[in-house]
């Protein structure tokens, strides 16, 4: 039997994509989703595809009580988690002088707040068993900003300071905490962005093209595997060299 990877916001886009590669990868996955439960099935058999187990699981990870009645779920149905992507997050822009309490208290939740209920109900396990690999996926927002997303910004660089936090404390015990900071991949999120803002953004990336969720995942991938343990507290953007320094 492979390790067990819960992946956050699997049903669609990016973590659609890691839970099939990390199935790709041999692990069994545990497919989280909050409303597509069709979409989230779709993905469990493209994983057991690859002959591992895979059970999608429906949370809303911006709420505590739900993340923990999910890992109690996922504990008893397929055993304890030993990879931990948080992935889901959700975008509602707005210019700050305009934005509504309840648009900054959404992506808090959903897109930081999340990151913290469930690598905190996962970190006993992975402490027991002295191994663990939590991936949080932020953005390069959460490193340069972007004008409309004063609240995103803050929930993905609040992600980075997050791991780097979990990564000193758990460092000695087997667990590595990393992230991710994807550039403009090309996913539901991004599909609402005018035909213009694309050609705009587009002539910022030097690699020529927008991202697949593939790309996103493939480096996941190597930092939610054995491969990686000694790689802890890093933050590894995947955004075609638009952020490079
Ligand atoms: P997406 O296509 O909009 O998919 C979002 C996923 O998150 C869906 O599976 C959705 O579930 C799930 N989700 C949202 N809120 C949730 C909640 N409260 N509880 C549980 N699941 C929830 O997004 P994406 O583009 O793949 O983005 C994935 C991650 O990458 C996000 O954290 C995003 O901020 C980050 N990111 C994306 C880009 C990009 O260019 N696309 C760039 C940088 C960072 P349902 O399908 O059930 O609604």
Redesign the pocket.
Known sequence: MGRLALV??????????VAITLAGHGMDVAV??????E??DAVCAAAEGAGVRAKAF??????PE?VDALFKEVKESMGPVSVLV??????RDNLLIRMKTREWDEVL???LS?AFYCARAALRDMVKARYGRVVC?????GLVGNAGQCN?GAA?AGLIGFAKSAAREYAGKGVTVNVV???????????VISEDSRTALLAQIPVGR??R?ED?AEVVAFLASDASAYVTGQVLAVDGGMTMC
């Open positions: 956050t916001g699997a049903s669609r886009g990016i973590g659609r994509a989280c989703y909050k409303s597509n439960a979409m989230a429906q949370a809303d990870v911006s709420s739900s948080n992935n889901a997050g959700i975008a939740a959903s897109d999340s996926v932020a953005s390069v927002v995103y993905k900071a994807p550039g403009f991949i090309d996913t539901d999120m991004t599909g927008l991202g969720p996103v």
